[in-house]
């Protein structure tokens, strides 16, 4: 059974730091690329970063320069480093795996950033 699940997620203060991990199993094959997506309350969903098999990243222009992805393959788990936290990152995270034509998702992970 394929199976992404998110950990990490919890509660930080402004200009604090945290790190989301995702684990995949149970892929015929491996996964084309990897992503983060997080929705907070009355927004849209919203592409945070992605990173692809060969490694390469890339990430939305509201994170970039904080939050930074990578994976260990040993694991079989991505990581999503996020730093200089803002109250605007509060949102629920969601791992994302591409195989083929198909789109695997984790059940989310909630980060909030408030004093």
């Known amino acids: 059974q394929v199976q992404v699940v998110e950990s990490g997620g919890g509660l930080v203060q402004p200009g604090g730091s945290l790190r989301l991990s995702c684990a995949a199993s149970?892929?015929?094959?491996?996964?084309?690329?990897m992503a983060w997506y997080r929705q907070a309350p009355g927004k849209q969903r919203e592409l945070v970063a992605r990173i692809t098999a060969a490694g390469e990243t890339y990430y939305g222009d509201s994170v970039k320069g904080r939050f930074s992805m990578s994976k260990d393959n040993a694991k079989n788990t991505e990581y999503l480093q996020m730093s200089s936290l803002k109250p605007e990152d509060t949102a629920v995270y969601y791992c994302?795996?591409?195989?083929?034509?198909?789109?695997?998702w984790g059940r989310g992970t909630q980060v909030t950033v408030s004093s």
């Open positions: 149970g892929f015929i094959f491996s996964p084309n690329a």
């Open positions: 994302s795996a591409r195989v083929g034509l198909s789109d695997y």
